[in-house]
């Protein structure tokens, strides 16, 4: 591998980093916006549609003719795409009302055992074996988390352990796990998506069609995302400017260079950087078990990275 070559790879690497800090920030704005009373599909809506309608008049300048020149089907793919990721953000921001932040977006982020099946079954991609182990030591720290979180909530909490609120920490989980298989999914179909369009038109159609789901429901649900409070709005305004329209479509520019197993692997760091932010704004401490957990997690994210560096 050429210097030139080598710079370009840690260059990549560095993007997918930031856009992974970036993301994390984004559960303690959704919890910011829900202590105004905001309603988790109002904040997915409002994060979703803020997003498309910055991007729209940038893409169709850059991207019309692209646009217009898209087939029927990638149309329908870039749909069935935006009702994938409006599950993914209805289900997780719903789950962080009733469980602590570590456990919600530690279970959001097992995607990567829902990707791997996936992009082996449908896009005939088999991971490399430290790859696979990765992961795997990524999904164990996600899963020491997850019980570290789940013992606080059933009252044998260790000191400093963080509290859950609203009592009913299995909702929480289950809908994060809901998140997690629909990101998954997104991410597949995505990636398919995304080889037939530049950058720009793929996050412009993804984004517009994900905020289109999110507001029919939102307003079938009484809960519009113009029915908040100005504090929330600025939360969700937040949202859509940081975790959504920079980090996320970081990530998405990353799926064009790295595989989608990795890009997955890597997302497992937003758990750390969630619960650090919790723990210094929101008062959410930590257990030795969330340690070991966090600990592992890094691990795994690095054996995955140097592995797909040999590749």
Known sequence: MTATARAGSRAV?????????VVSLASLLIRLAQAEGAGSLAIASGRLLLAALVLTPLAWKRCGAELRRLPRRDWATAGAAGVLLALHFATWIASLRYTSVANSVALVTTNPIWVGLGAWLF?????AAAVVAGIGMSIAGAGLIFLSDTWAAGGAAAPGAPAVEHGAPLLGNLLALAGAVAISGYLLVGRALSRNLSLLAYVW????????????AAIAAGTPPWDMTGAALLAVAALALGP????HTILNW???RLSAAFVAVAILG?????ALLAWLFLGEGFTALQGLGFALLMAGI???????RAG
């Not at 690095?302 to 797909?308: D, G, I």
């Open 302 to 308: 690095f054996v995955a990275a140097r592995a797909e």
């Open 13 to 21: 690497f560095a993007w997918l980093a930031l856009g992974v800090l």
């Open 244 to 247: 959504q329209l920079t980090g």
């Open 270 to 274: 937003e758990p750390i950087g969630s």
């Open 123 to 127: 896009l005939r991609e088999r991971p």
């Open 254 to 256: 990353s799926l064009r």
């Open 205 to 216: 159609i993804v984004y517009a069609a994900t905020a289109a789901v999110l507001l029919v």
